[in-house]
Nanobody
Framework: QVQLVESGGGLVQAGGSLRLSCAAS????????MGWYRQPPGKQRELVAS???????????NYVDAVKGRFTISRDNAKNTVYLQMNTLKVEDTAVYYC????????????WGQGTQVTVSS
């Protein structure tokens, strides 16, 4: 089992910044991918950004087009923690943000955090 604890959400004005953190603990494989997803009100959950561990043969980072140039994902492998720095926030970034960990070999299982609310006001 893996536990994910998120923090850093809140209320911010448009144009402001927030930093989300997600600390993972438990049965984590050396090869894994961590990512942030979001679910706006009344909409489906979508990928925001993901990052693989260095041991996965080179770190891979992906962003959804809507956040490129504004959000930065990073991780501290020693702490099993992933971060999402969100700058120039827009009203449409309002959502519940979820952290996800996908284990690699030999587990290949997925875990989700409880979610943290990000509200951007105009």
């Amino acid at each position: 089992q893996v536990q994910l604890v998120e923090s850093g959400g809140g209320l911010v004005q448009a144009g402001g910044s927030l930093r989300l953190s997600c600390a993972a603990s438990g049965s984590i494989t050396s090869n894994n991918e961590m990512g942030w997803y979001r679910q706006p009100p009344g909409k489906q959950r979508e990928l925001v950004a993901s990052i693989t561990s260095v041991s996965s043969g080179g770190r891979s980072i992906n962003y959804v087009d809507a956040v490129k140039g504004r959000f930065t994902i990073s991780r501290d492998n020693a702490k099993n923690t992933v971060y999402l720095q969100m700058n120039t926030l827009k009203v449409e970034d309002t959502a519940v943000y979820y952290c996800k960990l996908r284990n690699g070999w030999p587990r290949f299982d997925n875990y989700w955090g409880q979610g943290t609310q990000v509200t951007v006001s105009s």
